[in-house]
Structures are given as C-alpha cells and as structure tokens.
C-alpha cells in the first residue's frame, strides 16, 4: 500500500513560481509511475505530468510543457512539480497520483491510477 501526501501548495500573482512536493511513505515498490493532475472547479481532472521512478523518463501535458518540470527524489522518497511563469488557468487543486509502471495505458489517464494523495490548491491571481 502507498500512501501520497501532497504540499507547497498556495497564492501566487501571474508569472509567480511554486513547487509541489509529493511525499510517499509505506513504499515498498521498487519503481512507479507518479503523476500529477489537477482539477479546476467546473472542469474535468487533467494529467499535468508524470516521472517514472527509476528512470526518470517524463511526460508533460500541452499547457504546461516549458513551463513546469517534474522530478524524483528517490533518497527521499519524493516527487516534485516545480511549477514557473504561472498563469490564472493554472489554478486548480493539485493531485499526486501511482501506479505500477508496467501498466501500458496512457500516463494521463486518471482511471489507471490506484493511489492517490488527498490534493493541494494552487490559485493563481492575475
């Protein structure tokens, strides 16, 4: 079982920065998938970005990539979202989510994800 818990989350103007940090504790796979989603209100749950644990290979939806990047940090157990340039439509409640990485569904889609943190809010002001 997995356990995520999400921080770093809150207010920033217009072209502001933050990083997310997704803790995972009772890890005892060697790898996984981690991904971030985020869901603004009004509006369907997004994948923002994913990194494999062990290699390192990521992935990035189309708003966001230039702008945001995604890390492991595997002596701490951690995954971060570093979030630059943001803007108002990048307010949302931010998700971490894993999953086994031999699945071979679509890094976005939020249906293959089996453990999930309980989220973290990012509102961006003009």
């Known amino acids: 079982q997995v356990q995520l818990l999400e921080s770093g989350g809150g207010s920033v103007q217009s072209g502001g920065s933050l990083r997310l940090s997704c803790g995972l504790t009772?890890?005892?796979?060697?790898?996984?998938?981690i991904a971030w989603f985020r869901q603004a209100p009004g509006k369907e749950r997004e994948g923002v970005a994913a990194v494999f644990t062990n290699t390192g290979t990521t992935y990035f939806g189309g708003s966001v990539r230039g702008r945001f990047t995604i890390s492991h940090d595997t002596a701490k157990s951690t995954t971060y979202l570093e979030m630059n340039n943001l803007e108002p439509e990048d307010s949302a409640m931010y998700y971490c989510?894993?999953?086994?990485?031999?699945?071979?569904?679509?890094?976005?889609?939020?249906?293959?994800?089996?453990?999930w943190g309980q989220g973290t809010q990012v509102t961006v002001s003009p």
């Open positions: 989510a894993a999953r086994a990485p031999t699945k071979t569904d679509w890094w976005g889609s939020e249906r293959t994800y089996d453990y």
């Open positions: 009772d890890y005892t796979y060697g790898r996984l998938l």
